[in-house]
């Protein structure tokens, strides 16, 4: 079983829906939960950055952490069509004493005008 | 605030060609930095992080190098490419105790022809 797994989509939405990104994960020791977005040929942008379980709104995003579920989802409202991304979960984990990240493959998504 | 900048953006290096990468980050002092490579379909993997000045920890055993000369300056090389090492090169810092939260550069695309 893979760490950390997340679809790779593409996910295709209208302007204006709202998105549910997900990844789950097999360690227990994840304690830190983050998102990037990845804009095609860019570097990876860290959107929200969460500790253990609950739910970080920040804008139209809200980062939610189940740790009884071993999942991660990330949500977008109102989508625009400048949230067409690559998504990547990051988690961090305890590795020879230093904290290491662990991430997703990523999601692309489409947000069609 | 702080910047990272990555050089150069793109490259075309001969199989069996010397590599340099050098990636600065400017407005923070004594940050760890990380190198990560991201292949198409495989994700980001770690390849180097460094705590300090001469204090590297490599994560994947490969024909890559990296050195980190002063605070701020963290370099990727390798002495012989392989077709292998082709890639979107990505170098990262995070403040100290801080490990989590990584901020990436813009990348450095390498093609080995």
């Known amino acids: 079983q893979k760490e950390v797994e997340q679809d790779p989509g593409p996910l295709s939405v209208p302007e204006g829906a709202i998105v549910s990104l997900n990844c789950t994960y097999s360690n227990s020791a994840f304690q830190y939960f983050m998102w990037y977005r990845q804009y095609s040929r860019k570097g990876p942008e860290l959107l929200m950055y969460?500790?253990?379980?609950g739910n970080k709104e920040d804008g139209r995003f809200t980062a939610q952490v189940d740790k009884s579920s071993k999942y991660i989802s990330l949500f977008i409202r109102d989508s625009q069509p400048s949230d067409s991304a690559t998504y990547l979960c990051a988690m961090s984990g305890m590795n020879s004493g230093y904290s290491t990240l662990t991430f997703g493959k990523g999601t692309m998504l489409l947000v069609s005008p | 605030s702080q910047t990272i900048h990555q050089w150069p953006a793109t490259l075309v290096q001969p199989v069996g060609s010397p590599l340099s990468l050098e990636c600065t980050v400017e407005g923070t002092s004594n940050p760890n930095l990380y190198w990560y490579r991201q292949a198409a379909g495989r994700g980001l993997q770690l390849l180097f992080y460094?705590?300090?000045?001469?204090?590297i920890s490599s994560e994947v055993p490969q024909n890559l190098s990296a050195s980190r000369p002063q605070d701020r300056q963290f370099i990727l090389s390798s002495k012989k490419l392989l077709l292998s090492d082709s890639g979107f090169y990505l170098c990262a810092w995070s403040a100290q105790g801080l490990q989590e939260t990584q901020y990436f550069g813009p990348g450095t695309r390498l093609l080995v022809l």
């Open positions: 460094s705590v300090g000045i001469g204090q």
């Open positions: 969460t500790y253990s379980s």
